[in-house]
């Protein structure tokens, strides 16, 4: 079973919307540090958006204002809003976890992966 799993990638239309879930299978959400990564053909992964324990949020420039990460504890589920689609948007999305802690965009960070959940932008 796995620990993490992302799901709501697909395919959209440039300026449309999609929401991205990531569920895991174990209790304690709200002792971890949770982010979204992103990584498009051959390019390094990139962070997109994290939230800390207290629900402090960071996100990457390229995404501020478009993208929204939020977490419910109680449902174990996290989840990225993504609006304003554009086409460097398209890329293999995975959801991550980390001990408490620091908690920024750092994928070195991170050692808790789901399998990602591709979204692909079209005109």
């Known amino acids: 079973q796995a620990e993490l799993m992302e799901s709501g990638g697909g395919s959209v239309q440039a300026g449309g919307s999609l929401r991205l879930s990531c569920a895991r299978s174990f209790v304690g959400y709200n002792l971890y540090c949770l982010g979204w990564f992103r990584q498009r053909p051959g390019k390094e992964r990139e962070g997109v958006a994290t939230?800390?324990?207290?629900?402090?949020?960071v996100y990457a420039n390229s995404v501020k204002g478009r993208f929204t990460i939020s977490k419910d504890d109680a449902e174990n589920t996290l989840d990225l809003e993504i609006k304003d689609v554009k086409a460097e948007d398209t890329a293999m999305y995975y959801c991550?976890?980390?001990?408490?802690?620091?908690?920024?965009?750092?994928?070195?960070?991170?050692?808790?992966w789901g399998q990602g959940t591709q979204v692909t932008v079209s005109s």
């Open positions: 991550a976890a980390k001990p408490a802690g620091l908690c920024h965009l750092d994928s070195e960070l991170f050692g808790m």
């Open positions: 939230i800390d324990l207290d629900g402090s949020t």
